[in-house]
């Protein structure tokens, strides 16, 4: 490898391993806190506060139902729950489907012309009267005491928005158990920036916020189809706490090929630039501490260390691959059943391949570390070697593409 790509590879890896350790050190100093946290949300909360749960719909006849119905199904006071299903526009039978729910006391139906999801949830705001309001996708489905496990933190009058674990909805395939576990590390990642003052994503998922959030603030805006992380910027902007109840579960389902996938994620990288782009001046500002400091330019140098650590390291395995095939065709093929011996005096003790091998334990132990958090094991299964073994020719696909629509100026889509 020349000289020029060894120093860029040596600055990615060491950046990528000293900030694992940095989450690896705060998740280890913050253990306590999450003990009494769970021991918290273990009771009762102290007041239920009336809440809206907004269910914006676009041709979703086939899931809706569920979506509604687990709501219903929240273990929480009938009086202080209120559900608008707003569809937005839909061209199939979503608004049939729901006219089930008409003479439901807790239900409020309303249409309305397409105008994307944003539209959609300020909508269902200009009609609150409730304390508090949240989101839920109708392809979505929450546990039945995730509203009580989220009222107990809006005990603390500072906590203006609460966060949920979102986590996949029977996932079956390769492709989904590798989001299995991406879905998981996003829990560890989530409870930790929490502590760190620096969560930039309210996922869209039944995240609940205090109805002065949108009093102060404004409602959602469109934010490059990526609503969720243009409202968490905005309240990080503006001082305003973030939570999140990490054993408060929200389940999604999840793609199951690889173009749905593909889809999904462009629009989320190409989001996430945009809105990095929109807050620019967040970047290096010590007014908004970790976030501001650490946490906003690892996550844009993440994207930038993705595409080239990925794009390097496919390049070399093809390479050895192709090296491998013309020594077989030089001195022809045969097959011999010996068994593997092991000698220390193999082992690659490149700096860059060392590193490398200590990052990657670095990302299996917080993986393993998110499995005790959202599951409360750390057993490892084929969704661990479907992702160590895919997800690093799967994420760069979707990181390019999202940012090339950045640059050529082609607007990521819901369609």
């Given amino acids: 490898m020349p000289d020029i790509l060894n120093l860029i590879m040596y600055v990615f890896l060491f950046a990528s391993l000293n900030f694992e350790v940095f989450l690896l050190i705060t998740y280890f100093e913050i253990r306590d806190g999450i003990k009494d946290e769970e021991k918290m949300v273990a009771r009762a909360p102290k007041r239920q506060p009336s809440v809206t749960i907004i269910v914006p719909c676009w041709n979703e006849e086939k899931t809706v139902s569920k979506t509604i119905n687990s709501i219903l199904n929240l273990d929480y006071p009938k009086d202080k729950l209120k559900i608008m299903v707003v569809d937005d526009g839909s061209i199939d039978s979503t608004w049939e489907v729901v006219q089930k729910f008409r003479n439901n006391k807790q239900v409020e139906l309303y249409t309305k012309e397409n105008g994307g999801k944003h539209s959609a949830l300020n909508f269902g705001i200009s009609k609150l009267t409730t304390d508090l309001v949240g989101c839920l996708d109708a392809d979505s489905y929450v546990h039945k005491d995730t509203m009580n496990k989220i009222a107990v933190y809006f005990e603390d009058r500072k906590t203006m928005a609460v966060a949920p674990s979102i986590k996949l909805w029977n996932p079956t395939n390769p492709l989904q158990l590798l989001q299995k576990v991406e879905y998981g590390f996003g829990i560890f990642t989530r409870k930790v920036f929490q502590y760190l003052n620096a969560i930039y994503i309210t996922p869209g998922p039944f995240s609940i916020f205090r109805k002065e959030v949108f009093e102060n603030l404004g409602g959602y805006r469109n934010a490059h189809n990526t609503e969720d992380i243009e409202l968490a ?10 939570a999140h109840a990490h054993n408060a579960y929200v389940y999604t389902v999840p793609p199951r090929n690889i173009k749905t996938l593909l889809k999904q994620r462009v629009r989320w990288s190409y989001g996430f630039i945009k809105n990095a782009q929109d807050y620019k001046d967040m970047f290096f500002n010590r007014k908004h501490g970790n976030l501001g400091m650490i946490i906003l330019p690892m996550a844009a140098f993440s994207i930038i260390s993705i595409l080239f650590v990925s794009t390097v390291s496919i390049f070399q395995m093809l390479q050895a691959l192709v ?16 068994f593997p011996t092991f000698d220390w005096f193999y082992i690659n003790t490149d700096l860059i391949a060392l590193l490398g091998i200590v990052t990657t334990i670095g990302t299996l132990t917080m993986i393993i570390l998110s499995k005790k958090l959202s599951e409360g ?20 696909l979707w990181i390019a593409k999202a940012s090339y629509n950045v640059l050529v100026g082609v607007k990521a889509t819901w369609r």
Avoid: E, T
């Fill in 233 to 242: 910027l905005r309240m990080q902007k503006n001082g305003y706490k973030i």
């Fill in 323 to 338: 090296n491998y095939f013309i020594r077989v065709q030089a001195i022809s093929w045969n097959v011999h059943f010996n």
């Fill in 377 to 396: 094991n750390k057993i490892i299964g084929m969704d661990l070697i479907y992702f160590f073994s895919l997800y690093m020719f799967i994420a760069p």
